[in-house]
């Protein structure tokens, strides 16, 4: 009996809810950005269900206090670059690794697969909390949401990870936690 699909040669993973348990450090970014700009913090649960489509979308979202966001352009252009210093003080300082991924990657690689972690984090906080969290060395590709010129869910930063490893997009699996994946 043949297969359908063609044969697995690439793992792309994305990275935050689906290799790290981020949020509590997101969470802990965006209200002290709030707590700058002289407004009330949220409830952490709360910061978590505005996480996975980018920076822009958690800010805007923490912002208006809802998923559906609607933050004032000037407010956002001025929490932006707080948002982004506060992360970079408290990414990895809370983010622990899900269960089983360090053996699920190192399985993978040695199978021989290539790995890609393909996510809306900035590249630079990106590849900063995949060495801080000892990953960095299981992925040959890292793209970034700020890396190409469209992020997920374009099919952009899919297509050139695959392009990068020389394999077909129909043989590669993606790994997430969102419809953006």
Avoid: W
Avoid at 45 to 74: H, M, N, Q
Avoid at 90 to 119: D, K, M
Avoid at 159 to 175: F, K, P, S, W
């Amino acid at each position: 009996m043949t297969s359908a699909y063609p044969p697995l040669r690439a793992v792309i993973f994305d990275l935050d809810g689906t290799l790290v348990h981020s949020s509590p450090d997101l969470a802990c970014a965006a209200n002290r950005m709030l707590a700058a700009l002289g407004m009330p913090q949220h409830d952490p649960a709360l910061i978590s269900t505005f996480i996975g489509r980018g920076v822009a979308v958690l800010v805007e979202r923490a912002l208006a206090g809802t998923v559906k966001g609607g933050a004032d352009a000037a407010l956002l252009a001025q929490a932006l670059p707080l948002f982004d210093r506060f992360y970079e003080e408290e990414s990895g300082r809370r983010t622990t690794l899900y269960p089983g991924v360090r053996e699920a990657l190192e399985l993978l690689v040695r199978e021989g697969l290539p790995l890609a972690c393909v996510t809306n984090k900035p590249e630079r906080p990106a590849l900063a909390l995949l060495v801080r969290m000892e990953l960095m060395h299981f992925f040959s590709v890292v793209v970034g949401g700020d890396t190409l010129p469209r992020k997920k869910p374009d099919p952009l930063p899919f297509r050139h990870v695959c392009e990068r490893m020389g394999v077909a997009t129909a043989q590669a699996l993606v790994v997430g936690d969102s419809a953006s994946d």
